[in-house]
């Protein structure tokens, strides 16, 4: 397996005009490409990165997210002058917050653990490379999350 550098930080990123900016400042928890015809409709693209953190981890330092319950058990966190989802959460995970990864100001470090739920991913997409994948989802993310810790080192 590759191993990569840890990125520095705390990490920074935050949503597409500025009125929302957040901090994460412990390693992310892992690293996924979710490929389900949900995360593509709601990003806009072929597939969402998620990058799962330690709620303590997560700060918000400007601005002040709007909520959506996107269903019975989780809500979406986005920007209410841009649209731009941030963050999601769920009512069964209160210690971790799902960051939207592409709202980073830096993504050049990310590499995924795995994809989810490739059954549906576009028929032109190439999933090279070290991640797993699954066609639906993993009953457990212990696995995708060891790979994940296994990839990178701090110097």
């Given at each position: 397996?590759?191993?990569?550098?840890?990125?520095?930080?705390?990490?920074?990123?935050?949503?597409?005009?500025g009125?929302?900016?957040?901090?994460?400042?412990?390693?992310?928890?892992?690293?996924?490409?979710?490929?389900?015809?949900?995360?593509?409709?709601?990003?806009?693209?072929?597939?969402?990165?998620?990058?799962?953190?330690?709620?303590?981890?997560?700060?918000?330092?400007?601005?002040?997210?709007?909520?959506?319950?996107?269903?019975?058990?989780?809500?979406?966190?986005f920007?209410?002058?841009?649209?731009?989802?941030?963050?999601?959460?769920?009512?069964?995970?209160?210690?971790?917050?799902?960051?939207?990864?592409?709202?980073?100001?830096?993504?050049?470090?990310?590499?995924?653990?795995?994809?989810?739920?490739?059954?549906?991913?576009?028929?032109?997409?190439?999933?090279?490379?070290?991640?797993?994948?699954?066609?639906?989802?993993?009953?457990?993310?212990?696995?995708?999350?060891?790979?994940?810790?296994?990839?990178w080192?701090?110097?």
């Open positions: 397996m590759t191993v990569f550098k840890r990125p520095a930080f705390p990490l920074a990123g935050g949503c597409a005009c009125a929302i900016r957040y901090e994460v400042i412990a390693m992310p928890l892992l690293l996924y490409a979710c490929h389900c015809t949900d995360c593509q409709r709601r990003s806009g693209s072929s597939f969402s990165l998620n990058m799962p953190v330690a709620t303590k981890a997560l700060s918000i330092i400007k601005g002040a997210p709007k909520g959506w319950r996107s269903s019975s058990t989780t809500t979406s966190w920007c209410g002058d841009c649209g731009c989802r941030i963050y999601g959460e769920r009512d069964e995970r209160p210690d971790a917050m799902t960051v939207r990864a592409g709202t980073l100001d830096d993504t050049t470090w990310l590499r995924p653990a795995a994809h989810i739920f490739t059954r549906s991913a576009q028929p032109w997409e190439n999933l090279a490379g070290e991640a797993a994948c699954f066609e639906t989802t993993p009953g457990n993310f212990a696995e995708a999350a060891q790979a994940w810790r296994a990839m080192v701090d110097d």
